[in-house]
């Protein structure tokens, strides 16, 4: 008798296999039409409140009170979901987006009112595309636009231009070379070390396992994790790599090395020597070139020029932070890189 219970039990989970498969995407289905339908109200609600505003005279003192007789009367009736603030999200999201086709329904109402806080339309465009691209959830999306990486993909390009930034606009960060993955600096806020205490590298290297998911987050899209302390075997002498991931969109192993102190040009030929090996030994057919990064507390741009120039492999070093970096410091070092960059082109034109 047992045995026929466990014989029906068998056959039985094939058909629970399917009805849940089934149950999961008409859910999945629902959640989307009832997004998009929120999406679609509160963009209109936006609109009529826009166009009760243009119509008052003296609308620029009107609209406050406008939007706190609106949400008295509105909540009086349907309940939660209309205070001021929400209100003002609403009027905002309609004056952001001129037409409502260009609204992603991949992202909730909730994603919105944080990028609405955005005021520059191109970083608020790479912010919506790379949520979106990376499906990233609103406390990811908070932590990347707090984090500034906006800002530090243009730096970590060096040479961040006018194109740069509609580019990253338009598309989000596009991965299509070693380079694009690279950010500057790194931002390990996640981690709970203390900045002023010094940090060996064994508990950095711990510290960011434990917190994987958030390392994967800040690294980027399409990184998986291989394993800390890949041995590397030259002459039957051992050496250690001491993170290793894969990156699937550029089909390469990612090797980093940490360093708790600044660049060396130590730590550029150590990395050298493993991508070199995992180029010879672990790369298989269809693998590209594997990249290499130097994660380290500083770097001299001078110093970093002469230790990783002339080198065959890709190796980058980027510097990494225990803490949010500035964001207004971050902000000013883009402008001035593009302010560079449009007096470049201004005498260059003069010299035509």
Not at 77 to 105: C, H, P, W
Not at 148 to 173: C, T
Not at 248 to 273: D, F, H, S, W
Request: glycine share 6%; hydrophobic share 35%.
């Amino acid at each position: 008798m047992e045995n026929t219970n466990l014989t029906e039990k068998a056959t039985i989970v094939p058909v629970v296999k399917e009805i849940r498969s089934i149950l999961d995407t008409a859910r999945s289905n629902v959640a989307r039409q009832v997004n998009n339908e929120l999406l679609h109200t509160y963009w209109n609600i936006g609109r009529i409140i826009c166009e009760y505003e243009q119509s008052m005279p003296e609308r620029a003192d009107y609209g406050k009170q406008t939007l706190k007789e609106l949400s008295k009367e509105l909540t009086k009736e349907f309940g939660k979901g209309f205070s001021r603030a929400n209100l003002y999200n609403m009027r905002l999201f309609y004056q952001s987006y001129d037409k409502i086709q260009t609204v992603s329904g991949k992202l909730s109402w909730s994603h919105y009112c944080e990028l609405l806080s955005i005021s520059d339309p191109d970083k608020r465009s790479f912010y919506e595309k790379e949520a979106v691209n990376s499906g990233w959830s609103v406390r990811e999306l908070k932590r990347q636009i707090d984090s500034s990486l906006f800002e530090r993909l243009l730096l970590s390009r060096g040479d961040a231009n006018k194109e740069q930034v509609l580019a990253l606009a338009l598309h989000g960060n596009e991965i299509a070379q070693p380079e694009d993955i690279i950010r500057d600096p790194y931002v390990f806020e996640f981690l709970g070390l203390p900045e002023n205490r010094p940090v060996m590298e064994s508990d950095l290297e711990q510290a960011l396992v434990q917190q994987i998911e958030k390392f994967l987050l800040e690294l980027g899209r399409g990184f998986m994790f291989v394993g800390t302390q890949q041995r590397v075997t030259i002459n039957n002498t051992h050496y250690y790599v001491d993170m290793v991931f894969y990156n699937k969109i550029l089909r390469a192993y990612v090797l980093i090395e940490l360093k708790t102190t600044k660049l060396t040009p130590e730590a550029a030929g150590q990395i050298n020597m493993y991508l070199n090996y995992y180029a010879a030994e672990v790369n298989d057919p269809d693998d590209n070139p594997p990249i290499g990064i130097i994660l380290c507390t500083d770097k001299d741009g001078v110093a970093a020029e002469y230790a990783l120039g002339g080198l065959s492999n890709n190796i980058f070093a980027s510097r990494y932070v225990l803490y949010m970096p500035n964001k207004e410091q971050l902000i000013r070092e883009v402008e001035a890189v593009l302010e560079k960059w449009h007096g470049d082109e201004s005498n260059n034109k003069e010299s035509l």
